[in-house]
């Protein structure tokens, strides 16, 4: 293949991803080719070759309606799927590769409707018209291997801008999600967004609540999971998209002022969120990053003036974590990321009250139960929650903590402290008092557990002995 409009570096790339690919796109461009229809790889897949990734995945965009495509891969494809063939979309599977084949086509929303209307298209060009950015419009025909970038979306690859191909106020008219893919985009790849699009972005924020609570769930979730969240943050709350979809991000800017001395709690939240990155070692956490994002998100709202100039957040980490909750259930995020992500905002000032090691070993021990599968997120958090710019400060509440893990991990060799289990079980608490099962049970065996947190491991005799106790205390035996 010989295109002019690439450099030797880019020619290099583009034959590389055909070395990889084939024989899967020219076999699919020639199938395509013999029916009479055209067939193009186009937009991520694109774009990934010239920023040196290949990956299994690939989207290719054709003139022929889904149908028509269904009809022309059914006996070369390994596995058909029709889920997207409603926005004229068919998934295929050919060997170790996935491919997504929509038809040429223009999205467009109504004013009062979450779903975008599809229009097919009869051009590549067209329909690389419709595509968000002008690096997402690049497009490689099949068979032949011509490149086609009539947007100028490899200069700005290599400018590392977004630009939308056509005017910015019409792209985002059309599907208002695009403002956050803009963002999202900034934080994966660090590029910077054109000025003109910034402006639409700012001017068009509210449109943006016409788009479903799941698409804008996934573009955000791609944005905190990106190398530099912070740069679509940023965008979001400057535009004041944040205001429509996080709104507890811009209410994190609280004035600072003489009266009112407090550190910047949106500016601190965006360096907890880095530094808790920082601590991440195996890749991009989600629970970790979305609750070292939102655990002061209660001081807004617990916010008081105190003598002396003095600002207080009493009890905003309860607050937070019920507005954590809120806003990812809004979002439709698992439950199980909810509830993750609210305990380790409500944990999160746990650690404060252990001073200078004051806690007792039955403390750690709570703190240790109360975190669970969360305790090594929790560390991490903590850690991260610490912005101070006193040097000595840091360095002490470092070694505070560095006490606090090392005091875990005695008591966890010395009493297997992961199980957290009393030392004497249902059947055994029922055998001793001589009840049924019941509700009686699970009360004494909540005493049971919290006399292995107050004393550890007292041996079966004494805990059958404190059992006794309990239970003529509470009347359970006559």
């Not at 068979?143 to 100028?152: I, L, S």
């Not at 979809?245 to 994190?252: R, S, T």
């Not at 600072?256 to 530094?275: A, F, G, N, W």
């Not at 903590?382 to 606090?404: E, I, S, V």
Request: proline letters at 4%.
């Amino acid at each position: 293949m010989s295109v002019s409009n690439l450099s030797d570096a880019q020619q290099r790339a583009v034959d590389e991803l055909f070395r990889r690919i084939a024989p899967v796109a020219d076999e699919l461009g020639d199938l395509f080719a013999s029916r009479g229809h055209q067939l193009a790889l186009v937009g991520g897949s694109v774009r990934d070759v010239f920023l040196g990734r290949v990956g299994n995945d690939l989207d290719l965009t054709t003139d022929a309606r889904p149908e028509r495509v269904l009809e022309i891969v059914k006996d070369w494809a390994d596995a058909v799927w029709t889920i997207g063939i409603d926005f004229g979309t068919v998934g295929v599977r050919k060997g170790g590769r996935l491919l997504e084949i929509t038809t040429y086509r223009s999205e467009s929303y109504d004013p009062a409707s979450r779903k975008p209307e599809v229009v097919y298209g009869d051009t590549l060009e067209g329909d690389l018209a419709r595509r968000d950015f002008a690096v997402n419009a690049m497009a490689v025909r099949l068979p032949d291997h011509e490149f086609v970038d009539p947007y100028g979306g490899l200069a700005d690859l290599g400018a590392k801008v977004l630009r939308t191909p056509e005017s910015p106020e019409r792209s985002f008219d059309d599907d208002p999600l695009r403002m956050l893919r803009a963002a999202r985009f900034a934080s994966q790849l660090g590029f910077t967004v054109d000025p003109g699009a910034v402006a639409a972005m700012t001017a068009m924020a509210g449109r943006i609540e016409i788009v479903s609570a799941e698409r804008i769930r996934d573009e955000l979730d791609k944005l905190i999971l990106g190398a530099l969240p912070r740069t679509g943050l940023t965008m979001l709350v400057d535009t004041g998209l944040a205001g429509h979809v996080l709104p507890e991000l811009p209410k994190l800017r609280l004035e600072i002022d003489e009266h009112h001395r407090h550190k910047d709690v949106y500016e601190h939240t965006l360096i907890v969120l880095e530094q808790a990155i920082d601590l991440e070692t195996a890749g991009p956490d989600r629970v970790l990053r979305w609750a070292a994002l939102l655990h002061d998100i209660g001081k807004p709202k617990t916010r008081r003036n105190e003598p002396g100039g003095r600002v207080s957040f009493h009890h905003h980490e309860v607050v937070g974590a019920q507005l954590a909750k809120k806003r990812l259930t809004e979002l439709r995020f698992p439950k199980d990321v909810v509830a993750d992500v609210a305990q380790l905002v409500e944990l999160h000032l746990r650690f404060h009250g252990y001073g200078s090691g004051e806690w007792t070993d039955s403390a750690v021990r709570r703190y240790v139960r109360d975190a669970g599968h969360l305790l090594e997120r929790l560390h991490k958090l903590t850690r991260a929650d610490c912005t101070t710019r006193n040097r000595r400060k840091a360095a002490a509440l470092g070694r505070t903590y560095d006490q606090l893990e090392e005091r875990i991990s005695r008591l966890a060799e010395e009493e297997e402290l992961a199980k957290m289990r009393p030392e004497l079980d249902g059947n055994e608490i029922q055998e001793i008092l001589g009840i049924p099962p019941g509700p009686m049970v699970g009360r004494a065996y909540k005493h049971m557990l919290d006399l292995r947190m107050d004393e550890g491991l007292i041996g079966k005799e004494a805990a059958r002995e404190a059992l006794l106790v309990w239970a003529r205390d509470n009347d359970v035996l006559t």
